[in-house]
C-alpha cells in the first residue's frame, strides 16, 4: 500500500521560507515522476513542481526561481524548498506520484499523470 505523508507546512511572513517533506512508504521515490499540488479554499488543485525519472523538474511560472523540487532517494524522502515565500502562496500542499515509471511515462505538472496522493500540509503567509 502506497502512502505519501506530508510534512513541514507551518506559518510565515512573507518574505520567509519553508522546506516541505513528503515520506513515501510503500513506494520507492528513486527513477519515478512525483510532483507537489497545491490548492486554496474554493480553487482547484494545480501543479507547482515537478521532477521526472531522470532527475528533471519543471516549474510553474509563478514559483520559479523561488521553489526547488529535490528528492532523497536513499531515505525515501520528497522536498520542496520554499524560499521568498507570497501572501498567495498560502495553500494546502499535497505531494503526489505516479503509478508508472520508465521511459515514455508523462510526466508533468498536471493531475491527471499522478496516481497517489498525500493527505496535505497547510502553508499560510500573511504579509
Known amino acids: 500500500q502506497v502512502q505519501l505523508v506530508e510534512s513541514g507546512g507551518g506559518s510565515v511572513q512573507a518574505g520567509g521560507s519553508l522546506r516541505l517533506s513528503c515520506a513515501a512508504s510503500g513506494y520507492i521515490i528513486g527513477g519515478a515522476c512525483m510532483g507537489w499540488f497545491r490548492q486554496s479554499p474554493g480553487k482547484e488543485r494545480v501543479g507547482v513542481a515537478r521532477?521526472?525519472?531522470?532527475?528533471?523538474?519543471t516549474y510553474v511560472d509563478s514559483v520559479k526561481g523561488r521553489f526547488v523540487i529535490t528528492r532523497d532517494s536513499a531515505k525515501n524522502i520528497l522536498f520542496l524548498q520554499m524560499t521568498s515565500l507570497k501572501p498567495e502562496d498560502t495553500a494546502e500542499y499535497y505531494c503526489a506520484a505516479a503509478q508508472f515509471r520508465g521511459r515514455g511515462v508523462r510526466c508533468s505538472t498536471e493531475r491527471n499523470d499522478f496516481t497517489y496522493w498525500g493527505q496535505g500540509t497547510q502553508v499560510t503567509v500573511s504579509s
Open positions: 521532477i521526472a525519472s531522470d532527475g528533471s523538474t
